[in-house]
C-alpha cells in the first residue's frame, strides 16, 4: 500500500510538470504567432472623399489668343517706302506714325493746289498775268522734257538691265533664260514656272515693238508744240509705262526664284537681281514723276485761264475741293497707329514699294487678350456665358460670348473667353491654348474627381476599400464617369463624408489592415 501511493504521487507530480511545460510552450507558440501577423498587417492611407468633390467641367483644346484691342494697318496708296520707325515688339502710342511712305510729289501738288486756290481768292493783275502765262509755258516745257527724259529711262532700264535675264532679247526667239560664261564653262538658268517664263517673254517681245513706236512719236514732240499733240504723246506715255510696270510685276516672281549653290553664279544672279530692282523702280519713278509734272503744267494753265477769266464760285469749291483731296492723300503716306499697344507684325523695308490695300503693320494690346474657339453641340448644352475658365498653365478667365449660330460644314460654334489672369506661363497673341470650363449646375455634390488608383475595377463592377469593423476592409460599390488624367470620375455610390483608402493595390475585401496618420 505505501508503495502504490508512492508512486500514485509521483504520477501526479509528473502530469502536473508536464501540463505546466506544455502551457509555456502553448503560450510561447500562441505569442510567437500573434507577433508575425501583426509584422504583416499592411499599413494604408485614408482620404476624405469631400475633398474630391469636382466641378463638372468642359474641355476644349486649340483656342487661339487674340487681342481685343488691335489693329491690322494697311497701305492706302501704292508708295515707296522712305521711313520704318518701329521694330517688331516696339510699344507705340496713339497716333504715332509708324511706317512713312513717298510722298514728295503729293507735297508739291498739294503747295500748288493751295497757291492757286489763293490766286482764285485774291484776284489777278497785269504782272500776274505775265507771271501765269510764263509759268504755263514753262510747265509746258518741263512736262514735254518729263516725257523725254521717261522714255530714257525706259529705254535704260529694259535695253541694260532686264535685257540680261533673255536670249535673243530683241527677237521673236526670245526665251526667258540667263547664260553665265565663267571660267571657260557656260551654264544656263531657266524659269521655275515654263508657262509663266513663256509669256514674260511674249510680253518683251511686244514691249520692244512699243518702245521703237514710242521713239518715234517722241522725235518731233516739243515745248512749242500744240496742246493736242503733247495730250496724244502724253496719254501713250502713260500707257507705255504702265505696260513697262505691269511686265516688271508679271517678270519678278520669275527674278527671285533664281539662285545657285555655286557661290559664284549666286553672286552674279544676285548683282542681276538688284539691277531689275533698281529697272522696277526707275520705271515706277518715271511715271510718277510725270504725273507730277503734268499736275504742274494742269495747274498752271488753269491758274492762268483763272487769271484772264476771273474766278467763279464753282471754281473757287472746286479749288478747294483739290486742296482736300491732297490733303486726304498726303496723310495716307503716314501710317499711323491708332490704338496704344505693341508692334506685333512689320512688313516691307525702306526704299521697297508699298501695294495699295497690303498690309504694312500691326498693334496688338498684349494686356487685353481673348481666347477664341470652337466648340461641339453635344458641349454647347454644358455651358453658357459668364462661366469660370481654368487656362493651361494656372491662367483664369471668362466664357464671355458663344455664338448663336453653328458652323454649317464642322456644326461646331465659336466661343469666345476673356483672359482675367494669365497663371504663371506667359500668355501671347497668336499662342495655342487648351482650357476647360465650368459645366451649368455648379459642382455636382454626388460627383467626385478621385484618384484612378483607389478604385477597383472588376468584370462584377468597380469599388471602392473602406476600413470597416475590427480594421477589416470592406467593399463599397461606385459608378464610374469619365477619366481625367490620372483621376476617373466617382459619380454614384458615395458621400462626402466617406473615407477611403487611397490606394487599392494588392488589397481586398476582408483584409485586416492598419491606418497611417
Same mark, same amino acid.
Given at each position: 500500500m505505501i508503495s502504490i501511493k508512492k508512486h500514485k504521487f509521483g504520477f501526479l507530480f509528473a502530469v502536473l510538470v508536464i501540463a505546466l511545460v506544455s502551457a509555456a510552450i502553448g503560450n510561447q507558440m500562441k505569442n510567437g504567432a500573434q507577433s508575425q501577423t501583426e509584422e504583416s498587417i499592411p499599413a494604408v492611407k485614408l482620404i476624405?472623399? +469631400?475633398?474630391? =468633390? !469636382?466641378q463638372k467641367t468642359v474641355r476644349v483644346e486649340g483656342g487661339t489668343v487674340q487681342s481685343l484691342d488691335q489693329a491690322d494697318l *494697311?497701305? @492706302?496708296?501704292?508708295? @515707296?517706302? $522712305?521711313?520704318?520707325? %518701329?521694330?517688331l515688339g516696339d510699344q507705340v502710342q496713339a497716333g504715332q506714325i509708324i511706317m512713312q511712305l513717298q510722298n514728295g510729289d503729293i507735297s508739291a501738288q498739294l503747295e500748288q493746289a493751295r497757291a492757286r486756290l489763293d490766286e482764285l481768292k485774291k484776284g489777278a493783275r497785269d504782272e500776274e498775268l505775265n507771271l501765269a502765262r510764263t509759268a504755263?509755258? !514753262?510747265? *509746258?516745257a518741263a512736262l514735254v522734257n518729263s516725257i523725254k527724259d521717261a522714255y530714257a529711262k525706259s529705254d535704260d532700264a529694259i535695253h541694260n538691265h532686264i535685257d540680261k535675264f533673255f536670249t535673243n532679247p530683241r527677237g521673236k526667239n526670245i526665251r526667258f533664260s540667263i547664260i553665265?560664261? %565663267? +571660267?571657260?564653262s557656260q551654264v544656263s538658268f531657266y524659269p521655275s514656272d515654263s508657262d509663266l517664263g513663256q509669256r %514674260?517673254?511674249? =510680253?518683251?517681245?511686244?514691249?520692244? $515693238?512699243?518702245l521703237d513706236e514710242w521713239k518715234d512719236l517722241l522725235a518731233g514732240a516739243d515745248a512749242a508744240a500744240d496742246d493736242a499733240d503733247i495730250e496724244n504723246i502724253l496719254a501713250v506715255s502713260k500707257k507705255n509705262l504702265q505696260e513697262e510696270i505691269d511686265f516688271a510685276n508679271e517678270m519678278a516672281p520669275l527674278v527671285n526664284s533664281l539662285s545657285s549653290d555655286n557661290s559664284t553664279y549666286k553672286t552674279i544672279i544676285d548683282g542681276y537681281k538688284t539691277e531689275f530692282s533698281a529697272a522696277r523702280s526707275a520705271i515706277n519713278g518715271s511715271l510718277a514723276s510725270l504725273q507730277g509734272t503734268l499736275t504742274a503744267r494742269e495747274t498752271a494753265r488753269q491758274t492762268l485761264e483763272l487769271k484772264l477769266a476771273g474766278a467763279s464760285p464753282e471754281q473757287l469749291r472746286q479749288a478747294q475741293a483739290a486742296v482736300d483731296a491732297l490733303e486726304s492723300t498726303l496723310a495716307k503716306t503716314s501710317i499711323v497707329s491708332p490704338i496704344s499697344g505693341q508692334i506685333s507684325y512689320i512688313n516691307g523695308r525702306v526704299g521697297e514699294l508699298a501695294g495699295g490695300g497690303s498690309l504694312v503693320a500691326g498693334v496688338v494690346n498684349p494686356g487685353a487678350l481673348q481666347i477664341k474657339a470652337y466648340v461641339s453641340e453635344n458641349d454647347l =448644352?454644358?455651358?453658357? !456665358?459668364g462661366a469660370a475658365v481654368k487656362i493651361d498653365g494656372g491662367g483664369t478667365g471668362i466664357l464671355q460670348t458663344i455664338s448663336p449660330a453653328a458652323d454649317s460644314q464642322t456644326k461646331k460654334s465659336e466661343i469666345n473667353v476673356l483672359i482675367a489672369k494669365p497663371g504663371n506661363a506667359p500668355i501671347i497673341v497668336g499662342q495655342t491654348v487648351g482650357f476647360e470650363i465650368a459645366a451649368k449646375g455648379g459642382a455636382d455634390p454626388n460627383a467626385y474627381l478621385l484618384p484612378i488608383e483607389a478604385i477597383q475595377f472588376t468584370a462584377n463592377g468597380n469599388y471602392v476599400l473602406a476600413v470597416g469593423a475590427e480594421s477589416a476592409l470592406e467593399r463599397i460599390s461606385v459608378t464610374t464617369g469619365d477619366i481625367v488624367g490620372e483621376k476617373i470620375y466617382v459619380v454614384q455610390g458615395l458621400d462626402g463624408d466617406a473615407k477611403i483608402i487611397s490606394s487599392t493595390r494588392g488589397l481586398k475585401s476582408g483584409d485586416i489592415i492598419k491606418v497611417e496618420n
Open positions: 476624405a472623399v +469631400g475633398d474630391f =468633390r !469636382e *494697311k497701305s @492706302q496708296i501704292s508708295a @515707296q517706302i $522712305t521711313a520704318i520707325n %518701329v521694330k504755263n509755258n !514753262e510747265a *509746258k553665265l560664261n %565663267v +571660267g571657260g %514674260v517673254a511674249d =510680253r518683251k517681245y511686244k514691249i520692244e $515693238t512699243m =448644352r454644358e455651358i453658357a !456665358e
